[in-house]
């Protein structure tokens, strides 16, 4: 099968670019939000050296490189790496370089008095406050010093986990530029912050619910549609009291602001709420689905794992004219954003799509059948080892694909063990069903890596 491999950047601020070594190290407090430059003014670039300047740097793990990240020693890597099997047309591409992270989880520690809003220091648990990040949209900075003055104002306890005591643990900051009222040139500077605060307890009845409600009502009130600033597009609980390092717990609550978070990439408005996975660098992910267009082929039949809400496998259908889109993922919290999503497909979208709640590590070959295109977007570890047992069996010859197809078309239809029907069953199904006769097998790869490791792999 051969790979198609798209020139997404490498995650993060690796290639934030802003201004020269020469400029001011210590940074002026940040503007009004509707005030902040989002982009720097070209005759400002450095021509050779590009530095990230930010004044967390030094401490914060978020970032990685410093220094020259116009040309980042990842892509020199990259590009002897796929030289070395044989691939020499790689390209490099990038797009904001500043501000453009549009998702942000941070933890919440300190004390009331003096809350720290940030990411752990590499290698610890000690959380570094990062009020001016530099990869941050503005108005999630705006949004988290505003959350900082609550908690001193309503004598809100960040965690401590030592203790396992105190409110707030975490907040994730999800920033839309959806906004149709407004010129296109201006909707991304214009973006509204979802906030989700992660309480320290098992539900909103519990001791302290009444400082969660009045700091959802602090939030809103000073960011909300009704404030002089409206940055703030809603406001989320999420209530967790494991001692372990998941961030969220199972049970979630709408308190304030609009109920549906809405984007527009890859061609199609998308729905995310806010335990869905939602790519943390909008204008990036909108220009890697519309390059990853060009790769599938009209009317073409397209399996897409590791899907999350579905965004790329419907971007598809749309851009495309599919004739199948099956989308495959384990976490059944992205079950309603793809249903939203979907409901606002273009009408002329009339192929078979649907969504699985299954895991595609357990018989991964039975999800390729009846497919021309595989997209695989894994997290950071990269690619369950049975599915790439599963690719590696394929081969390209049409010969043993047609075999593979045939033994796998048996596999199927004597499969019996009951948790594995169920995850054939589609949970969201929207058309027809796909044709049981098609039993081809995908001939190109498309991978969507934010793993560099893991994929070299």
Same mark, same amino acid.
């Given at each position: 099968?051969?790979?198609?491999l798209l020139?997404?950047?490498?995650?993060? =601020?690796?290639?934030t670019?802003?201004?020269?070594?020469?400029? +001011?190290?210590?940074?002026p407090p940040?503007?009004?939000?509707?005030?902040?430059?989002?982009?720097?003014?070209?005759?400002?670039?450095?021509?050779?050296? !590009?530095?990230?300047?930010? =004044?967390?740097?030094?401490?914060?793990?978020?970032?990685?490189?410093?220094f020259?990240?116009h040309?980042?020693?990842?892509?020199?890597?990259?590009?002897?790496?796929?030289?070395?099997i044989?691939?020499?047309?790689f390209?490099?591409?990038?797009?904001r370089?500043?501000?453009?992270r !549009?998702?942000?989880k941070?933890?919440?520690?300190g004390?009331?008095?003096?809350? &720290?809003?940030?990411l752990?220091?590499e290698?610890?648990?000690? @959380? @570094?406050?990062?009020?001016? !990040?530099?990869?941050?949209?503005?108005?999630?900075?705006?949004?988290v010093?505003?959350?900082?003055?609550?908690?001193?104002e309503?004598? @809100? $306890?960040?965690?401590d $986990?030592?203790?396992?005591?105190?409110d707030?643990?975490?907040?994730?900051?999800? *920033?839309?530029?959806?906004?149709?009222s407004?010129?296109?040139?201006?909707?991304?500077r214009?973006?509204?912050?979802?906030?989700?605060?992660?309480?320290n307890?098992?539900?909103?009845?519990s001791?302290?619910?009444?400082?969660?409600?009045?700091?959802?009502?602090?939030?809103w009130?000073?960011?909300?549609?009704?404030s002089?600033?409206h940055?703030?597009?809603?406001?989320?609980a999420?209530?967790?009291?494991?001692?372990?390092?998941?961030?969220?717990?199972?049970?979630?609550?709408?308190?304030?602001? $609009?109920?549906?978070?809405?984007?527009?990439?890859?061609?199609?408005?998308?729905?995310?709420?806010?335990?869905?996975?939602?790519?943390?660098?909008t204008?990036?992910f909108?220009? &890697?689905?519309?390059?990853?267009?060009?790769?599938?082929?009209?009317?073409?039949?397209v399996?897409d794992?590791?899907?999350?809400?579905?965004v790329?496998?419907?971007?598809?259908?749309?851009?495309?004219?599919?004739?199948? *889109?099956? !989308? +495959?993922?384990?976490?059944?919290?992205?079950?309603?954003?793809f249903?939203?999503?979907?409901?606002?497909?273009?009408?002329?979208?009339?192929g078979?799509?649907s969504?699985?709640?299954?895991?595609?590590?357990?018989?991964?070959?039975?999800?390729?059948?009846?497919?021309?295109?595989l +997209?695989?977007? =894994?997290?950071?570890?990269? &690619?369950?080892?049975?599915?790439?047992?599963?690719?590696?069996?394929?081969?390209?010859?049409e010969?043993?694909?047609k075999?593979?197809?045939?033994?796998?078309?048996?596999?199927v239809?004597?499969?019996?063990?009951?948790?594995i029907?169920?995850?054939?069953?589609?949970? +969201?199904?929207?058309?027809?069903?796909?044709?049981?006769?098609?039993?081809?097998?995908?001939?190109?790869?498309?991978?969507?890596?934010?793993?560099?490791?893991?994929?070299?792999?």
């Open positions: 099968m051969p790979p198609c020139s997404a950047r490498p995650p993060s =601020p690796v290639i670019c802003r201004v020269s070594l020469g400029a +001011v190290r210590n940074p940040p503007a009004p939000p509707s005030s902040l430059p989002l982009d720097p003014p070209a005759a400002n670039l450095p021509s050779l050296t !590009c530095a990230l300047q930010c =004044p967390h740097f030094q401490s914060c793990s978020g970032c990685t490189h410093e020259n990240l040309r980042p020693i990842i892509v020199d890597e990259a590009t002897d790496f796929f030289k070395s044989g691939l020499l047309d390209t490099f591409d990038s797009c370089l500043y501000g453009w !549009c998702r942000a941070l933890a919440v520690r004390t009331s008095t003096s809350p &720290l809003i940030g752990y220091q290698g610890t648990h000690n @959380v @570094v406050d990062i009020p001016h !990040c530099k990869a941050h949209h503005p108005r999630i900075n705006a949004a010093e505003l959350l900082r003055q609550g908690i001193k309503l004598n @809100v $306890e960040p965690y $986990e030592d203790d396992r005591t105190g707030l643990r975490y907040v994730q900051m999800a *920033v839309t530029t959806y906004n149709t407004l010129p296109a040139s201006e909707r991304y214009n973006g509204k912050v979802q906030i989700t605060l992660v309480w307890s098992r539900n909103e009845k001791p302290n619910s009444d400082k969660l409600e009045s700091l959802a009502e602090f939030l009130r000073n960011g909300g549609s009704r002089r600033e940055y703030i597009h809603s406001v989320w999420n209530f967790q009291t494991s001692t372990n390092n998941v961030i969220f717990g199972n049970r979630w609550r709408h308190l304030l602001g $609009e109920t549906d978070f809405w984007e527009n990439v890859g061609g199609i408005d998308i729905s995310l709420a806010p335990s869905s996975f939602g790519q943390a660098n204008r990036a909108d220009i &890697l689905l519309r390059k990853l267009q060009k790769y599938v082929p009209y009317g073409a039949s399996t794992l590791y899907a999350g809400a579905g790329i496998g419907l971007s598809l259908a749309a851009a495309r004219k599919c004739r199948s *889109v099956k !989308c +495959v993922e384990i976490n059944k919290e992205s079950q309603l954003s249903e939203k999503t979907v409901s606002r497909l273009p009408k002329s979208v009339d078979n799509i969504w699985h709640n299954a895991d595609n590590s357990i018989e991964p070959l039975s999800w390729l059948v009846g497919s021309d295109v +997209v695989v977007d =894994p997290p950071r570890k990269g &690619l369950d080892s049975s599915l790439v047992h599963a690719l590696q069996s394929i081969g390209s010859a010969r043993k694909a075999s593979l197809s045939e033994s796998s078309s048996s596999m239809k004597e499969e019996k063990r009951p948790w029907l169920r995850a054939k069953e589609a949970s +969201v199904q929207i058309g027809s069903k796909t044709n049981s006769e098609n039993q081809s097998l995908p001939q190109t790869l498309i991978y969507i890596s934010c793993g560099w490791e893991s994929f070299k792999e």
